[in-house]
C-alpha cells in the first residue's frame, strides 16, 4: 500500500499525468491489433500498414526534441493539453478516413502531437510534485498499463464495433482529459540557464 503524501494540486497534477500517459500507449499501440480490420478496410497488406506504423513512430520519436526544447520555456501542461487535444481530435477524425495515404497522413500528425507527452510530463512532475520517486513511479505503472491493454482492447473493440471505434473512443478520452487539463494550475516553464561568461583577466 503506497501512501500519498500529497497536496490537492499535485494529485490533480499526478492523476492528469498518469491518465495522459496511459493514453499515448493506446494511441501508440491501437493499429497492430486491428491490421486484419486495416488489410479489409483500405484494401492494402502488412508492407503498406507497416509503412504506416513507421511514419507515426518516426514522428513520434523525432518530435521529442523539439518538445523537450518547449518544455523548458513554455508551461509543460500547456504542451499536455495540446497533446491531449491534437492527438485526440485527429483520432475522432479517423471515423470517415476511406485512403490509407490520408489514414498514414493522420497517424504520423498524432505521433507528433505524442511526442510532446514525455518530455512535458517529466518536467510537470519534476517542477510541482515534492514527493517526486513516488510520482514517476505511479507515472510509469500507468503508462505500462496502457501498454499492456491496448492490444486486447483495441482489438476487442474493433472486432465488434469496427476497426475505427478504438481511434474514435481513445480520442474522445483524450479531449475529456484535455478539458480536465485546461483546469489545471502549474507552474510556467523556466527560461534556460545561460552559463555565466568568463571575467577578462
Not at 506504423?53 to 509543460?76: E, K, M, Q
Not at 485546461?182 to 507552474?187: M, N
Request: charged share 10%; proline share 6%.
Amino acid at each position: 500500500f503506497i501512501r500519498l503524501i500529497m497536496k490537492t494540486h499535485e494529485k490533480k497534477i499526478l492523476g492528469l499525468t498518469a491518465a495522459s500517459h496511459n493514453l499515448v500507449h493506446l494511441y501508440e499501440g491501437v493499429l497492430p491489433p486491428i491490421i486484419p480490420l486495416l488489410m479489409v478496410q483500405f484494401g492494402t497488406d502488412y508492407f503498406h500498414l507497416g509503412i504506416v506504423v513507421s511514419v507515426f513512430s518516426y514522428a513520434f520519436g523525432i518530435g521529442s526534441l523539439p518538445a523537450g526544447w518547449l518544455s523548458d520555456r513554455i508551461a509543460p501542461i500547456r504542451l499536455i493539453t495540446l497533446y491531449l487535444l491534437g492527438a485526440g481530435g485527429l483520432s475522432l477524425l479517423m471515423y470517415p478516413v476511406q485512403n490509407i495515404w490520408l489514414y498514414g497522413l493522420m497517424m504520423g500528425l498524432v505521433g507528433l502531437f505524442c511526442s510532446i507527452y514525455h518530455p512535458a510530463s517529466n518536467t510537470l512532475i519534476s517542477q510541482s510534485i515534492t514527493e517526486k520517486g513516488q510520482a514517476f513511479g505511479i507515472h510509469g505503472i500507468a503508462g505500462s498499463l496502457g501498454v499492456a491493454i491496448v492490444p486486447v482492447l483495441s482489438a476487442w473493440l474493433g472486432s465488434g464495433l469496427g476497426w475505427e471505434a478504438p481511434h474514435v473512443i481513445y480520442g474522445a478520452l483524450g479531449i475529456t482529459v484535455g478539458m480536465f487539463a485546461l483546469r489545471i494550475h502549474a507552474p510556467a516553464g523556466r527560461k534556460p540557464v545561460r552559463p555565466a561568461r568568463a571575467s577578462a583577466s
